[in-house]
């Protein structure tokens, strides 16, 4: 179990990987219980959720 906006939720995921080189492919299909993907699938329909970066030395940078 996890926590959605301060509540238990049975929330569950089928995550799938692809590395290609540089770039790693993140697919998410969560279930129809509540979270933040769930959440955001209602609200947004499928699509881009988030983009991350990989810095070398991020915390100097900061």
């Known amino acids: 179990m996890s926590m959605y906006n301060g509540e238990v939720t ?4 089928k995550l799938a990987f692809f590395d290609m080189g540089s770039l790693q492919l993140e697919l998410i299909e969560p279930d129809e219980h509540p979270s933040t993907w769930r ?5 947004h329909g499928e699509g881009v959720h988030h983009i991350a970066f990989q810095i070398q030395g991020v915390q100097e940078k900061l």
Do not use: T
Not at 10 to 13: D, S
């Open 39 to 43: 959440e955001h699938l209602d609200q």
């Open 10 to 13: 049975a929330a569950r995921a």
